[in-house]
């Protein structure tokens, strides 16, 4: 999933995350959601998981969590690829390719040992083109559906969204998370 800052990439990780921990009993798949924020510098999956799973302090479940980490009932909904800071940097495009695989090996293992499915989210203009996202993030082998994000919600869509505040002037940007700050404000009124 591929959008700009505030086109709701995160928030539709929360709500997949969500919407498939409510059926995990009856579906029997586990959502991992990871904010790959936290994860640079990381070279294999095993890593990015116990990362994860000690930062939520269940450093005790990973023995266990790494048993099925592969699984196809373990969901990834990877979050901020473009988050995944690099360590070095290059006014040389080649090399400037070369460091964002680099910076993405660790994610790249995950996605392809991963064997129930992976979302994964960040910015638009993070790759030069589809086809370095595809070749950094190891999704060449995968079935891969590329989801961009609209830049902006229509009025109706947005008036929804803030849901009964009033409409702000036009110069304001209609991205869901402008919309969900005014709605908070509102709601901070009331």
Request: proline share 5%; net charge negative; with cysteine.
């Amino acid at each position: 999933l591929i959008g700009d800052y505030g086109t709701g990439k995160s928030r539709c990780v929360k709500e997949i995350f969500a919407s498939l921990i409510a059926n995990e009993g009856r579906e029997f798949m586990h959502p991992i959601a990871i904010n790959l924020r936290d994860n640079w510098g990381l070279k294999r999956a095993q890593e990015l998981i116990t990362r994860h799973f000690t930062d939520l302090g269940l450093g005790e479940l990973v023995p266990d969590v790494l048993k099925t980490a592969f699984s196809s009932a373990n969901i990834y909904l990877l979050d901020g690829f473009d988050e995944v800071g690099a360590q070095t940097w290059s006014d040389d495009p080649t090399k400037l390719v070369d460091i964002r695989k680099q910076s993405l090996v660790g994610i790249k293992d995950l996605i392809q040992r991963s064997n129930g499915g992976v979302l994964i989210t960040g910015r638009e203009h993070y790759f030069n083109s589809d086809a370095e996202l595809l070749e950094c993030l190891g999704l060449g082998s995968k079935q891969v559906l590329l989801l961009r994000c609209p830049q902006e919600l229509s009025e109706t869509q947005f008036s929804e969204l803030i849901g009964g505040s009033p409409i702000p002037p036009g110069w304001v940007p209609k991205k869901p998370l402008i919309g969900i700050i005014i709605r908070s404000i509102g709601d901070a009124r009331i």
